[in-house]
Nanobody
Framework: VQLQASGGGSVQVGGSLRLSCAAS????????MGWFRQAPGKEREFVAT??????VYADSVNGRFTISRDVAKKTVTLQMNFLKSEDTAVYYC????????????????WGRGTQVTVSS
């Protein structure tokens, strides 16, 4: 299984970025795809997850971020709007079989992170 994340970068407060994660080697339609992030000196935290059963968001991003899955392309995207400085982190794509959950320990596969930097 491979998960390839892309789309990170630098943006000013209030701006937008779109992250993508391309998956291979798994039955994408049956997997939940999640985004997590880790800021310097902090633990990895849940951002959003999506599966065939629905989507779940962290309170901190609800209403600003949108996760979506494209089963045909085996990709999951994270549209991030109204970015704040506290959104600065390395963002990771992850996959688990079955329903979407918010615990990192539940995820079986992880991609390399992509840096998101939000500056004022």
């Amino acid at each position: 299984v491979q998960l390839q994340a892309s789309g990170g970068g630098s943006v000013q407060v209030g701006g937008s970025l779109r992250l993508s994660c391309a998956a291979s080697g798994l039955m994408f339609s049956t997997f939940a795809m999640g985004w997590f992030r880790q800021a310097p000196g902090k633990e990895r935290e849940f951002v959003a997850t999506a599966s065939r059963f629905g989507t779940v968001y962290a309170d901190s991003v609800n209403g600003r971020f949108t996760i979506s899955r494209d089963v045909a392309k085996k990709t999951v995207t994270l549209q991030m709007n109204f970015l704040k400085s506290e959104d600065t982190a390395v963002y990771y794509c992850a996959a688990k079989s079955g329903a979407q959950l918010s615990r990192a320990d539940d995820y079986e596969y992880w991609g390399r992170g992509t840096q998101v930097t939000v500056s004022s």
